[in-house]
Structure formats: structure tokens, C-alpha cells
């Protein structure tokens, strides 16, 4: 299950680097959400010319399918810096010390294996788009009013470029939990319990209180 997470920081490298790549994460996350407001903004634009004007928002679809890499994969880091992402709690969440940093830093590297070979395949999937030669530099476009297709295309690659990047910080700092045996790692989510949450949410609410 997706649970809260909290990432300690410190005046290290390594937290400095992971305060770094948050900031560029949350810069893409804040374009999803802008991209997400775009989109109700064109179904009402489209929905209204239809019902008053009988003219719907031209390539509202082909806009759509454009909007969705921003909206799928911007905020991938930022949901991966903060422990967001679906994760089975179940076993690792009885864990601690070592025996959890090193659970976390063998599914870590499985997970970065795995988006290098995406990010891979991204790419070579924007570069038979994109071509200098061709109109508007792109080889194919959306059906209804002829949007280029590769700079959807190139959102995912850059996405999950930056989540490697996300995924070579977290390693290094369960590297560095792994050799220090600290309690308080450094720039790795850590998963909080319910009752956890409840006590900074409560202390969150009563901060604004005052």
C-alpha cells in the first residue's frame, strides 16, 4: 500500500543533493497539476461550445493525449522521494536497521534496472518521432488537427530520467544507513505507521491553529 513517508535531512552531500532533486521534482509535479487544471479547463471550454454553440472545442482529444505524459509521469520522482508509490508494507514495514536498509537497497536497484531499460526504450521511441527534416520536426501527429507527437513522447524519458537519478540518491543513502547502522538515515523515505501520521497531522492542524 502507498503510505506517508518522512525524509530526514541533514547539512551532508547527500542530503543537500537529495534537497536538489526534490525541488527539480516538485517543479515537475506542480506542471502535472497545472496540466491536470488545464484539462478541466478544455472539457469546459469543449462542453460549454457544445451545449450553447453547438460547436465543440476543436482537438480536445488530440489535447488530451498530449496533456496525459504530463500528467502520468512528472510527478513520478517527487511521489518516489516521498515513499507515495505502492509498496507492499506488509513484511518490510517489520523490519529495521540493517536488515531493512538492505531490503530497501535490493529493490531500489531492481527498480532502477528496470527504469535505465525504460528510459531506454522511451527514448528510442521519441527518436522515430522526431525528425529535423520533417514538418513541425516530427514523423507522425494526432489525427483530428495535426499536433506534432514527439514532445509528448519526449516527457517520458526525461521523466524517468529524473527518477533514476531519484533512485541513485536513495541507494546512497541506504548504502551509507547500511554501513553506519544509523536509526535516522538521510534522504530515504521513511514509512510511517498510522499513528505516526495522526500525531503530525494533528501537530500540523494545531501549528495553523495558533
Known amino acids: 500500500m502507498a503510505?506517508?513517508?518522512?525524509?530526514l535531512t541533514d547539512d551532508s552531500l547527500l542530503s543537500l543533493v537529495d534537497q536538489k532533486l526534490n525541488s527539480l521534482g516538485q517543479f515537475l509535479a506542480l506542471i502535472s497539476g497545472l496540466a491536470v487544471f488545464s484539462l478541466m479547463i478544455l472539457a469546459v471550454l469543449s462542453v460549454g461550445g457544445r451545449n450553447f454553440f453547438n460547436h465543440p472545442l476543436p482537438g480536445y482529444i488530440d489535447w488530451i493525449e498530449q496533456a496525459m505524459p504530463l500528467i502520468a509521469f512528472m510527478g513520478v520522482s517527487y511521489t518516489q522521494r516521498n515513499g507515495g508509490h505502492i509498496r507492499m508494507d506488509m513484511l518490510v514495514g517489520k523490519l529495521q536497521g540493517r536488515v531493512l536498509y538492505t531490503v530497501e537497497l535490493i529493490t531500489t536497484l531492481a527498480i532502477l534496472c528496470f527504469m535505465v531499460l525504460i528510459v531506454w526504450?522511451?527514448?528510442a521511441h521519441f527518436e522515430r518521432s522526431f525528425?529535423?527534416?520533417?514538418?513541425?520536426?516530427?514523423?507522425?501527429s494526432t489525427m483530428d488537427i495535426g499536433l506534432p507527437l514527439w514532445p509528448a513522447k519526449l516527457l517520458a524519458p526525461v521523466a524517468?530520467?529524473?527518477l533514476c537519478l531519484q533512485l541513485?540518491?536513495?541507494?546512497?543513502?541506504?548504502?551509507?544507513?547500511l554501513i553506519s547502522g544509523t536509526d535516522e538515515p538521510i534522504a530515504v523515505p521513511l514509512i510511517e505507521d498510522v499513528a505516526t501520521q495522526a500525531a503530525h497531522e494533528a501537530e500540523h492542524l494545531s501549528g495553523h491553529d495558533n
Not at 503510505?3 to 525524509?7: Q, T
Not at 541513485?168 to 551509507?176: A, F, K, R
Open 3 to 7: 503510505g506517508s513517508a518522512n525524509v
Open 131 to 140: 525528425d529535423f527534416g520533417s514538418p513541425l520536426w516530427s514523423r507522425d
Open 168 to 177: 541513485v540518491v536513495q541507494i546512497w543513502g541506504y548504502i551509507t544507513a
Open 160 to 162: 524517468f530520467s529524473v
Open 121 to 123: 526504450g522511451s527514448w
